[in-house]
C-alpha cells in the first residue's frame, strides 16, 4: 500500500527523528471538567481553568512528546500558543459525550460544528477520532459505528491527512453479571479488542494508524522476562496481525507502572508507540487549584515514569515507515501535479 504525499508527511510530523509516536493525550474533557465542577459545587467547570490546566499539562508533557492530541473545545483556541511548533499537533473530531440507546450501547458522533476539513484547514497534522464498540452490541448499533468510520475515512482520503483509530471497548448492561477478577471478563476484554481491530483493518475504513487498549489488563501483565510472558505475548501478537498497519497502545485502564509493562509487550509484537493520556495527569486534580501543587505533582510523581517509558520505546518500538503495509515509496515523475488530486 501507497500513502498519499499529504498523508505520508504529516505522519512524519507526529513522530520522532526514528519514526516512534511518542504522543501525550490532552483532548479528554469530562475527566477535567467533572472534578473542577464538582469543587465549585457547579453544574460546569471555569471555562478559564480548564483551559488553564490544559496548558500546565502542554508545558509540562511536550518535552517528552513527538506530538499532542488536543480538544478543539478548550485546547485548540486556549493552548495553542504554548504548543512548541516543532511538535506534531493531532486534533481530535469525535464529541466528548455519545448517544446512548438500549442495552447502554454508545454511538459516537463528531463534535458539534467541528469537522475533518477544519483540522486540516486549521494545521492540524492529523485526525483522530474514538469508535466505542463491541462486537456483541446491536446491528444497528454496530452498523451505526461502522458507516461512522467510514465517512471519517472518506474525508481524511480527500483532505489528505492521516486517520488515527481510536478504539475502545465499554460496558454494556448485559454485563452487569460479571466481575471485576472473572475469567470471563477478562477472555471478553481480550476478544472485544481483537474482533474490533479486525473489523476495522478492512480497507474501506481507510484507517492509517490505530490506538489501542490492550488486550490485557494492567494488574495480569508482569512485563516481558517474567513469568506468564508466554501466555500474553501471543495476545499482542494477534492484535499486531490483524492490525495489519502502524498502531499505538493507549495508556487506559492501567497505572503508570503497569502500562510501562505493557508496553514491553506491544513493542515486542511490533508496536510503533504509545499514546499517553489521564494515567499520567488525573490523579494531578486532587490539587486543584493549587497550580502550584498541580505542577509539582507531575514533576515528582509523573516524569520518571515517562522517562522510562520514552526509554523503553527508544528501545523497542518499531518506526511506523518500516511497516510492511506501507513499503512502497511515491512515485517520483513529472506528472505529480496533475495526479494529485485538489480538495
Partial sequence: MQLSAGKSWSLRRTADKNG???????????????????????SEAPFDDVVTFKRLLIEQFQGYSSAMLLDPQFAVPGCIDALDASKGLFISLEDPSYDLVANNERRSKSAESWSVGK????????????AWYRPDASAETNQHQQNYVMQVGDACAKYDIPFFLELLAYPLDSDS???ADDVNRKERLRDTVLQSVEEFAKSKYQVDVFMLESPIEGSDAPGVGHQGEERIQ???EEMARLSNRPWVML?????????????????AAGSCGYLAGRTYWLDTLAHYPDWSAMQADIHQNVSYYI???????DKMATPWSSHSCYSAPLEADRAFCSRYADM
Fill in 307 to 313: 522517562q522510562e517509558l520514552n526509554d523503553i520505546t
Fill in 177 to 179: 453479571t460479571l466481575k
Fill in 119 to 130: 483540522i486540516k484547514r486549521m494545521g492540524g497534522n492529523a485526525v483522530k477520532m474514538l
Fill in 251 to 267: 495508556s487506559t485502564g492501567a497505572t503508570m507502572a503497569e502500562f510501562n509493562k505493557i508496553m514491553t509487550y506491544a513493542y
Fill in 20 to 42: 516512534l509516536f511518542k504522543m501525550a493525550s490532552l483532548d479528554q474533557i469530562p475527566p477535567i471538567v467533572g472534578p473542577m465542577a464538582a469543587f465549585h459545587g457547579a
Fill in 234 to 236: 501471543p495476545v499482542f
